[in-house]
């Protein structure tokens, strides 16, 4: 290699971006209805409630999602653990909710 390429290469490592050092680890690829079947089973669907926001939200590509009793029934979840749950996530800073009068809530995740 020339001193020229050897330089060249050298000014490329140097300016080339640092890569994030602090990378959060995270779950990839959990099948949501066995998500729901563990929630059941542990006594854990307030924590399934948060798992499916945040699995809906992917899914649509947005940060607000219309949360219904429907799409929750079908993993054992009522509409009292949902309202719970809700709740819980909006105390705690993770969601912000909007409760609308005879409508299913609309739930935004906070980053």
Known sequence: MSCWAKQRLAELHAAAPAKPKNIQPY???????RAGRAAAATGSQRMFVWLWLLYETWRQQTQAVVVSNKALQKFGIGREVKRQALRQLEAAGLI???WRANKNPVASVNE
Do not use: A, C, N
């Open 96 to 98: 912000t909710v909007e």
């Open 27 to 33: 779950v990839r690829r959990v099948p949501l209805h």
